[in-house]
């Protein structure tokens, strides 16, 4: 069954610096990913999403990830981050030919001044 | 834009009442979803549906069912509430395989 891990339960970083957050899938066919965010009292939005093709990724605020196939990853990555930031993000993964899709536990990120 | 309407934000339950989600989608999606979040457990899905009368379990569908009569309802019902169905409960959509879902805001559940 396809699974979704996000190893990183809570991350710190002072603003400003670099960030990666962590997802590794589990499907023996080519998934498809996504990268949600949620702040505080929020709905989840879409960062960015993989389905096919150039496997790095661009999405919204700054944030990308790639697709690495060999190691069934989907890593988040933002070069400088703002205090506004700070959410929790979920990785999903779903297949090509069902219509199930699946979050990972997710990861709160916290920034300090 | 597309909007996702889940009837209550807030609703509180007594344990073994027959509680019903509602959830509303104005784009005309194939697919729905129920989700229930939990601190600590992020998204797990309960069940989805891909069409008007479809639908399939997900990962954990134990003590709840669905219902979808038109293409822009899907109600999630708990038969017979319990206290550890009490969490945020979220509905999505999207338009087909691959797409982006769209979120409502949450239903916050408490059975007591």
């Given at each position: 069954?396809?699974?979704?891990?996000?190893?990183?339960?809570?991350?710190?970083?002072?603003?400003?610096?670099?960030?990666?957050?962590?997802?590794?899938?589990?499907?023996?066919?080519?998934?498809?990913?996504?990268?949600?965010?949620?702040?505080?009292?929020?709905?989840?939005?879409?960062?960015?999403?993989?389905?096919?093709?150039?496997?790095?990724?661009?999405?919204?605020?700054?944030?990308?990830?790639?697709?690495?196939?060999?190691?069934?990853s989907?890593?988040?990555?933002?070069?400088?981050?703002?205090?506004?930031?700070?959410?929790?993000?979920?990785?999903?993964?779903?297949?090509?030919?069902?219509?199930?899709?699946?979050?990972?536990?997710?990861?709160?990120?916290?920034v300090?001044? | 834009?597309?909007?996702?309407?889940?009837s209550?934000?807030?609703?509180?339950?007594?344990?073994?009442e027959?509680?019903?989600?509602?959830?509303?989608?104005?784009m005309?999606?194939?697919?729905?979803?129920?989700?229930?979040?939990?601190?600590?457990?992020?998204?797990?899905?309960?069940?989805?549906?891909?069409?008007?009368?479809?639908?399939?379990?997900?990962?954990i569908?134990?003590?709840?069912s669905?219902?979808?009569?038109?293409?822009?309802?899907?109600?999630?019902?708990?038969?017979?509430?319990?206290?550890?169905?009490?969490?945020?409960?979220?509905?999505?959509?999207?338009?087909r395989?691959?797409?982006?879902?769209?979120?409502?805001?949450?239903?916050?559940?408490?059975?007591?």
């Open positions: 069954a396809q699974s979704v891990t996000q190893p990183d339960i809570h991350i710190t970083v002072s603003e400003g610096a670099s960030l990666e957050l962590r997802c590794n899938y589990s499907y023996g066919a080519t998934p498809y990913l996504f990268w949600y965010v949620q702040s505080p009292g929020q709905g989840l939005q879409l960062l960015l999403k993989y389905f096919s093709g150039d496997t790095l990724v661009q999405g919204i605020k700054g944030f990308e990830a790639e697709f690495k196939r060999s190691q069934s989907f890593n988040l990555r933002k070069p400088s981050v703002h205090w506004s930031d700070a959410a929790e993000y979920f990785c999903a993964v779903g297949v090509h030919n069902t219509d199930k899709l699946i979050f990972g536990t997710g990861t709160r990120l916290q300090f001044p | 834009d597309v909007k996702v309407t889940q209550s934000r807030y609703l509180v339950k007594r344990t073994g027959k509680v019903f989600l509602e959830c509303v989608q104005d005309d999606h194939e697919n729905m979803f129920w989700y229930r979040q939990d601190p600590g457990l992020g998204l797990r899905l309960i069940y989805f549906s891909y069409d008007v009368k479809m639908k399939e379990k997900g990962d569908p134990e003590g709840y669905v219902s979808r009569e038109k293409k822009e309802r899907f109600s999630l019902i708990l038969e017979s509430a319990s206290t550890n169905q009490t969490s945020m409960y979220l509905c999505a959509s999207r338009d395989v691959g797409e982006k879902l769209f979120f409502g805001s949450g239903t916050q559940l408490s059975v007591l």
